[in-house]
């Protein structure tokens, strides 16, 4: 899979962040690739979390926040003139986030809600279908088909970020961004989760911020290695684990990081 | 500012990787030795030497056996990566390697024993120059991987043939000797696998020189390896 040419979904070309004086990103350029998985690594503070909030224009609604450079979904611009309509934009490109943050509603009406606010149903019985099929799709539907109308802070936390990706997958993505999606979890709940990252890299372009290493390697197609605000190696996470190129990389991921 | 330095974080994983480094300089020593002995005894016809040669084999054996346990420890509680998965992966092969070598070492040695019992043959002179050459390259491959020297390991991996050759040519030799004596067959026979084991030998040291290769740079060295042995096609009618 490693070897095969595939689509770059988004590109990120020399992108950089300050928040306020503090320049958070230092020119990072990066392809990511259609229908795979993308991992971003690297210590705290090096800035995954800050670019993976440039892919759907999340820095906007930091007060502060200054995005420069150019990021494109199919070659569509996200910033600047003839940019993609940010509403638009985050419902081609959802996000889950660390903690499973599950609105106070009904499992049913959670799922539902995206769809509904951007009109995307007719009918109570396409939207059924639409909630049944992001279930299914998330790996929840046979644990709560029997209960839609309990409410979803009643669920573990393991089917709360279940239920909080089949609510990004409801609106029908093409790219999801996952935020350390799994560090409240506990080990099933995260084999669960990364089965489900599996899976939907079939229909959906992933990229996933992670301080697990060895989650790193066992859910992505590609590893980025970020550190102090800059991109210092990417390729296919096989190549990164194996034989880096980098000796920052390599003291990082080997825990020889003094 | 973090920098990358040359320990890990966590001290007892520094001290497993350099207990196992430990036991593969220690297994290449002795398997250099067992050749260098079992060689010796062959020379000088020496029954008691060769006697030695055969009681040492379980020091390596047991060295392997620590190295196959100190990997799936590693393995299992580490998870290591990149240089340091190259490391564990490369001291479980060259280990297996280094026992093979001193298995082949000891059964020179016990076939020294029963040429010991008829007159000298004079191929014996081509299997001690091929014991020679093997030997050096033994010693090259091990400073290879002591040394981290990349280069070394590749000259190490180009000589293979000349061992092959030299291989073949004795091959050929033993087999003229023994048409020409019917007698010494026997002898010869044991002669025959004698050359074979060094050859093996020899395969051995290349093993080892392709797996430091991988340590040292991350890149396998997947090419068909360069050939000079004939004697598996080698005709046996005059
Ligand atoms: N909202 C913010 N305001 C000011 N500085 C921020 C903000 N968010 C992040 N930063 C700073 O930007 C840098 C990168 O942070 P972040 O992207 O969260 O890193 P990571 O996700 O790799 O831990 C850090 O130095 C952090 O302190
Ligand atoms: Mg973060």
Partial sequence: ?258 | MPTVGEHHIVKSYDEQLKRLHDAISRMGGLAERQLELSMKAVETRDDTLAGEVVASDAAIDADEHFVNEQTVRLLALRAPVADDLRTVIASLKIAADLERIADHAANNAKRTLVLNQTAPLAPVRTLLRMGRLVQELLAQVLAAYLQHDAAQALAVRARDQEVDALYSSLFREILTYMMEDPRTITACSHLMFMAKNIERIGDHATNIAEMSYFLITGQSLADQRPKGDRSNTEGLAP
């Avoid at chain 1, 503090?22 to 993308?38: F, H, Q, S, Y």
């Avoid at chain 1, 509904?116 to 539907?141: C, E, F, N, Q, Y």
């Avoid at chain 1, 970020?161 to 993505?173: F, G, S």
Wanted: aromatic share 6%.
């Fill in chain 1, 1 to 258: 899979m490693s070897d095969q040419i595939v689509e770059t979904k988004m590109n990120a070309a020399s992108v950089r962040v300050h928040y306020g004086a503090k320049e958070a990103l230092k020119g990072i350029d990066l392809d990511i690739p259609a229908n795979r998985v993308t991992a971003l690594i690297g210590p705290s503070g090096c800035g995954k979390s800050t670019f993976l909030r440039c892919l759907n224009r999340m820095n906007d609604t930091i007060v502060g926040a200054k995005v420069s450079g150019t990021i494109t979904l199919d070659d569509e611009p996200l910033y600047g003139d003839g940019a993609i309509d940010p509403v638009l934009l985050r419902m081609r490109v959802g996000m889950v986030f660390q903690k499973p943050n599950p609105f106070p509603k009904t499992i049913y009406d959670n799922v539902a809600f995206g769809p509904r606010i951007h009109g995307l149903v007719p009918d109570k019985d396409s939207l059924d279908a639409m909630v049944a099929d992001a279930l299914t799709k998330a790996g929840l539907w046979v644990e709560v088909k029997d209960r839609l109308g309990d409410m979803a802070t009643g669920l573990s936390g393991g089917q709360q970020q279940r239920l909080c990706i089949a609510r990004a997958i409801a609106v029908r993505p093409e790219v999801i961004l996952m935020d350390e999606p799994c560090s409240a979890l506990d080990p099933i709940a995260t084999a669960k989760v990364e089965e489900l990252i599996d899976e939907l890299a079939e229909s959906y372009t992933i990229v996933i911020v992670t301080h697990s290493m060895q989650q790193a390697a066992r859910v992505s197609h590609l590893t980025a290695f970020f550190h102090l605000g800059s991109l210092i190696e990417v390729g296919p996470t096989e190549r990164i684990f194996t034989a880096p190129e980098q000796q920052l990389t390599q003291g990082y991921i080997t825990g020889r990081f003094g």
